[in-house]
């Protein structure tokens, strides 16, 4: 239901990233930090804390879980990494946080001139 995922708005900077994130593939930890420093040109950076800080509480919501690997995968990566994959819930719950940032964006532009072009 969309008043399910609405419960949840607006996210944190953080939160929206890590969704963002694992909305591509599931991801472990440094994973999930470098995919956010990708997606935001390196302008927003996740220190440790905030991340496995945001993941647990995802988790404890229901938005994300935690899934298993086998013990070597195919890319060499270590079995103790814990990786996490968004469900359908944190997949409601991105597609309602866009749609109401698209929304402020759109207000904004209405608001705010944009600046010149400069004419060479």
């Not at 946080?97 to 532009?109: H, Q």
């Amino acid at each position: 239901m969309k008043d399910d995922a609405d419960r949840f708005l607006p996210l944190t900077p953080a939160t929206l990233h890590i969704l963002l994130a694992l909305a591509g593939d599931d991801l472990h930890g440094y994973a999930i930090m470098q995919e956010v420093r990708r997606q935001s040109e390196n302008k927003y950076r996740l220190g440790p804390g905030t991340l496995y800080d945001n993941l647990q509480r995802l988790v404890d919501q229901g938005l994300v879980r935690e899934v298993s690997r086998s013990a070597k995968n195919a890319d060499g990566d270590d079995s103790r990494r814990r990786y996490y994959r968004i469900n359908t819930l944190g997949r409601r719950v991105l597609s309602a946080e866009v749609a109401r940032l698209e929304g402020v964006v759109r207000e904004a532009k209405l608001r705010i001139p944009l600046p010149e072009t400069r004419r060479t």
